[in-house]
Structures are given as C-alpha cells and as structure tokens.
DNA sequence: AACAGCATTCAAAGCGATTTCAATTTTGGA
DNA sequence: TCCAAAATTGAAATCGCTTTGAATGCTGTT
C-alpha cells in the first residue's frame, strides 16, 4: 500500500493524501477525516526510506557500544528507557557493536558519512574523548551520557558521581571506618575520575591518608571485583570497608568477603552504586545493600527527551543536566569493627 | 559527497560510478580502479535513504524487546553477537522496545508497513506464538530463537532444553538427589515447557514421582529466584537440589540457601543454565557452579548468519538447527545429604 | 575498409515519499 | 449577482541512488 494507491483508492491527488495525514492545515477538515479512516482502515504507514530520502531526515539515532563490555546491564537498561522514548516519535535506534576502539571511530564515520542517523548517543566518555571530537568535527548531533573535556560546547547529562561518592566516603569515616578500599571503573573515564576526585576529597577533609592499594581500576563485572576484593582484604591492616562501582561489582566483593570468612554489613561494610537493575535489587540481598542510586533507565529517557530538543533545535550550549544521586543506607554499612 | 558530486569530479557518469562501487563486471578494470580510488580519498558513502528505496531492500533488520525483561543480560549477549555478525554486511540492527504484548503486535505491525526492516529476529517465543503467526501472515521474512508450533514452516535455532535438563537431573539423581527443585522460566515459553519436558523424562525414568511444589515458574530475576527457593527450603522434606534457570536465578537461589544457614554443594546442590556471560562466571563463583552451558552470544552471530541466508534465497524449510548443551560440573552439584 | 560483436559508457526512468508552485473551487462582501 | 480573497486541491520537481535500454568505442575478421 503505498501513498499512490491511497490517493487513488480515494480519488485525490498524493499531494493532498500527504498533506492530509502530515497536519498540513490547508487541508479541509472533511477531507482529512476521510483520509485518516481509510489509511487506517487499510493500514498505510509511509515508506520508511522514501521518507527518508524526502525530508532528509533519517529517523534513527545511533548507538555504538563496544563489544560485551558496555553491551552489559547498564546499557540494557539505558536502552529501554531511551527506546521507550523514541518509540513515540517514531524514531529508530541504531544499535552497532563493535569489537575495538579503531573500528568504533570507524563506524561513527560510516554512519556519519552514509546518513543513516540523524544523531548520536554517546556513553561512558573518557576525560578527553576521542569519539566526541569526531562527532564534532562530523558535524552529527549527539547527545553525551556522562562528561569530557572538549573546548566546543556539548549536550550532556551525568549524575553528579563526585557528590555521591564523596557523601559515601564521608558516610563510611562517619561509622570509624579508615581503611575504605574503592573499587572505581576504568581509569581514564570520566566517571571514574570524578568518583576518585569525592573519595579523595571525602578522605583528606577529615585528614585521612589514601593509600594506593586501596583504589582498583577495572571493568564492572564480578570477576576482577572478586580478585581485586580478595587480595586487598589480605593486606594488613586490611580494610573495613569497601565502596564498589556497580551492582556487579559488589557481588563480586562480597563473594570475596564471605570466602575470607568475614561478615558483610559487620566485620567489613559496603557501599555499592546502584544503576537500579529490576533484576538485581539491593532491597533484596542479603544483608540488603547500601547504595548510592540513579536510575540509569530514566537517564535513557531524558536523554531521549534532550535529543530531541537539540534536534529541535534547542543549542547545544543550554543542554546540561547533572543529576544528583541518592545515597540509601541499608545494612551492608556498618561501624567499623574494633580490633 | 553525493554520487553525483564523485560523478562529476572524475568525469564519468553516475551509472558507471555506481556500477564501479558494487562490482559489476561491466565496468573496466582501469575505471574501478580510479573509482574505488577517489571513493576512498573523498570518503564517500552512498546515502542510506536513497540506496534503500532505490534497491527496494531496508539494510536493517528489527529486533522488538519487551521492557527490561527482555532487555537483561540474555539479550546484550545475544546482540553483540547478532550485530557482530550484521555490521560486517553493512546491515543495520534496529532496536524497539515495548512496554506490553498489545503494544509488541503493534510494533511489528508498525515495522512491517513501513518497510523499515528486511527481517526480524523473533527470541523466547510461546509453544504458539502469536508474533510468530503475525509475522508469517505479514510476510515478513524471520528467524526464530526457539521454538513454536505453528502450522506453516519457520526458520529457527534452538539449544536442546529438554536435552540439557534431562542430563542435569539425571546426574542429580545420579548423586542421590530425590528432592530436586526446578526453578524454570516463565509458564507457557517454549523454552520452559522443553526443560519441563526433560526433567520429567529424568525423574520418571527413575521412578521418582514429581511434586508439583518443587517446580517453580517466574522470570529469571534473583529476586523472584530468591522468594521461591526460600519457600521451598521451608517445605519437609526439603529440596537437596536445585536447577536454577539462569545464572540470574542462580544468584537467587544462593541467597536463598545461605540464608537458611546451609552450603552449597554439600547441604544443598544446584545446576544452573548458564548462556555465558563475561561479568558472571561460573568458574569464579564460591563455590564454583556446576552448569548446563550454551553461548548465547554465539547464538546470535549464528543467527545472523542464518538470517543472511535466508534473505539470500535458503528456503525457510532448511533452516533449522538444534544445538547441543554442555553439562559442565563444578563444585555445587554434590551428593545427596545424609539425613 | 567494413562490419559484426563485444566491451564500456551514458541518459533517463524509476523507487515512494515531500514540497513548491500553479490551478481550481469556495466564500464573503459590495 | 459578481469578483477578489481565501481555501482547497493538484501536477510536477525533488531527494540520491540503482538499473534499463540505448549509444558509443574497440577489437578482430573477412
């Protein structure tokens, strides 16, 4: 069923089929309804690509994700809340994997250079990201989920990781605790650096030393938060608490805290931050969890929302949000233990 | 940079350029060369828009997720390798998610109409399944992953369910178990029905009758994993085994059980499916986790490849397979308790 | 030298929508 | 009743590509 087929089937030209469904107002009211019922009743819906080609507009935004490691639960859920949105506008997400970071510059050149987005999502940025630069220079809208250190100005939206974790840090000193290991992602990312920048401000304004070992730089999967949480609980003095990146994350020191015989919540605590996975609930772990919380999903959603205020036209310059992150006390914080 | 611009810039006409950039053999091999020459230098791609409605063929393929459910850990999995596979083609991997059933036909309904996808992936299907049904009657090539009965011919893969847990539970009862518990994924979800099919086959090629209170039906979540195996540890006699859906519900399980104050592998046993993440692994698990494996992210790449074949001309009929499952032992699977 | 036959190249017609500009009909006021 | 203005509709151009059918250039044979 294409426009012509309509048009015939009702005795009218495309031009005025077009106009009819597309809210042009020189239209006649009669004359539209008409339209509207029949292309419903026959289940028109406008060619995607000739549309496209038409309005020079792609109606997709693009998502690049790096292989299995941010193809993980973050991006699931950030994902559907942005999906949720974009949905309603008709809009299509590209998704894209990609195994290195040369064929990712790669493919936002190609989708650039073929057209197939009108914009970009752009996620986990380093503090002087590479990826943004070539968007810039592109010339493609995007959008950036977290923050980095470009001269020309960019939309964003981050949570304020700084805040959160230095009111965690200051939480843990608060209950007696000295020893507070940091388990942050990947050196070199912006929120990384931004939670070591509150944890270092949380210790040093109560005049705590930071001490090297207690900081570990990794990906967010149990795995390496099992090993790196294992090998620092044998150094002595070992520490009493432990301030995890993600869900993941946290399930990997606990396994590693329970095998080294010690009681979570008790003989070491743990503040863990929280993505709200609805699979993986920190009310529901045992000792539940204390966090600091974002929604991750409803960053996916505002930003969905941002995008298509910037596509709308709204500058680039006015679009920032920083959000702030609750910190929820749950039993996995503790006093520190006396020895 | 159009076709037009590239034309005009060496001097040939847009026929012989685009005939030079996809390889007819009608173009001589000098002019290829200067071609593919200047294409490259001036990095031009050929719109999307326009190549899709001229060729009539969308370079995407649709993929509809249901809320977060969906959108777990199974599906990025499954998406890497899926995309993987697509981007060497140049194929695009759209991305829509829905909130309820209703809104799900919708979605592909949507897609459908407007021609926005040349196939679909259709995953977690029911023994009938209406998307199933929808998609044949729209003529919308697909594959499956899983299974359904419908009556007209579907290309699928499927890993072998029944199979996986018939081995599982019978290496249980091997051990000794009598009470095992099985903890399977949502009622009515082929994939479900199949494991049920296989412990049954297990159990009453023993003789051991099936307790109805033993069989628990849910989402692959740890919280709802959790609930139903603490109900279960309350029933006498107790369940000395679990098979635990996922790696998810694993995580669940174990709660469960060390909050009843047992262990795992000695007082209480599990197998678990495992679809092969690389933030959970059940090697690194304490104890480690006996599993029933299959990479659900191979899965992926070799749906895509199916799905190519299928687009290339491979009748429907022929596109079927089975992949067998590894049952791996590890330290929580262990005999029986004595009581 | 002429010509059949093959190898190359090109002009123009789609693909299915939007949109410009022109044509037609309606309306309202004199 | 008539006419200008407003409302409504339509024909045709356009988006950037592929592809058909025609035209041209070369080759070798007679």
Redesign the interface.
């Known amino acids: ?1 294409r426009l012509k087929d309509l048009a015939e089937h009702l005795g009218l030209s495309q031009t005025t089929v077009s106009r009819a469904l597309n809210g042009y107002p020189e239209v006649k009211e009669a004359t539209r309804v008409r339209v509207s019922e029949a292309a419903a009743q026959l ?11 038409a309005t020079g507009r ?1 109606g ?1 935004i693009g998502l690049v ?1 790096r ?3 941010e ?3 973050h ?3 950030f ?2 809340g942005l ?2 949105r974009m ?1 309603t506008q ?1 809009i ?8 290195s970071h040369q064929e990712e510059l790669a ?1 936002y ?2 989708l650039a ?4 987005v009108d914009a970009m999502i752009l996620h986990s940025p380093t503090l002087k990201d590479e990826r943004a630069e070539l968007l810039l220079d592109l010339k493609i809208p995007f959008v950036l989920h977290g923050r980095t250190n470009v001269t020309r100005p960019v939309a964003w939206l981050d949570i304020d990781n700084t805040g959160a974790l230095e009111r965690a840090t200051s939480h843990l000193l608060d209950l007696g605790h000295r020893r507070i290991a940091l388990l942050n992602g990947i050196k070199g990312r912006t929120f990384a650096e931004h939670r070591e920048l509150g944890y270092m401000a949380a210790l040093s304004a109560r005049g705590v030393p930071f001490d090297p070992a207690l900081m570990g730089n990794s ?5 390496v938060a ?1 090993r790196l949480a294992q090998s620092m609980l044998e150094l002595r003095p070992r520490p009493t608490a432990f301030l995890a990146g993600s869900m ?1 994350t946290a ?1 990997g020191v606990f ?1 590693a805290i ?2 080294a015989g010690m009681q979570l919540g008790t003989d070491v605590s743990m503040i863990a931050h929280d993505d709200v996975f ?4 920190a009310d ?3 000792p539940t969890m204390s966090t600091t919380r974002s929604s991750i ?1 409803q960053a996916g959603e505002r930003m969905a929302e941002l995008l298509l205020q910037m596509l709308g036209g709204k500058p680039v310059a006015d679009i920032h949000e920083l959000w702030p992150v609750e910190l929820v006390l749950r039993e996995s914080s503790g006093p520190a233990p006396l020895f």
């Open positions: 069923m289940g028109y819906r406008p060619n995607a690509s000739a549309l496209r080609l792609a997709a994700l292989g299995a490691d193809l993980g639960p991006m699931s859920e994902l559907s999906g949720g949905a008709d299509d997400i590209v998704v894209t994997t990609v195994a493919a050149r190609r250079a073929s057209q197939r990906a967010f999967t149990d795995e099992f993941m399930l396994r329970r095998q609805p699979y993986l609930n529901n772990m045992y999903r």
